[in-house]
């Protein structure tokens, strides 16, 4: 655990990397401001985005109906594989993006 500041802020390491939940509210509505830092290398991070995507979707879903979606519902599958596909386009422009020396240009 990174930070502590019940109910608003919380930031906690994950694996190689960190996550960080802040909770802001206007009075109106209340907004979820969710960050995960991965580094390329991590072996798993279409599977870890998939799942947060769920979760966090699911979060809302109890906030506003007041029950959890079940995860038989989600076709994890599916979205890992678009996770997967814009990570994979992410990185190739990155590449396209360098110089001959692999630096940016």
Not at 9 to 14: A, D, G, Q
Not at 47 to 64: M, R, S
Request: proline share 5%.
């Amino acid at each position: 655990m990174l930070i502590h500041e019940a109910p608003e802020h919380l930031r906690f390491t994950w694996d190689t990397g960190e996550v960080d939940m802040q909770l802001k509210s206007t009075g109106y509505y209340t907004e979820l401001i969710f960050e995960e830092k991965l580094p390329y290398e991590f072996g798993t991070v279409a599977q870890d985005f998939t799942g947060w995507q769920f979760q966090v979707g699911n979060i809302k879903h109890i906030a506003e109906t007041g029950e959890p979606r079940p995860s038989e519902d989600h076709d994890f599958k599916a979205a890992e594989d678009k996770v997967a596909e814009a990570l994979e386009k992410e990185e190739g422009e990155g590449e396209k993006k360098q110089d001959s020396d692999g630096l940016p240009e």
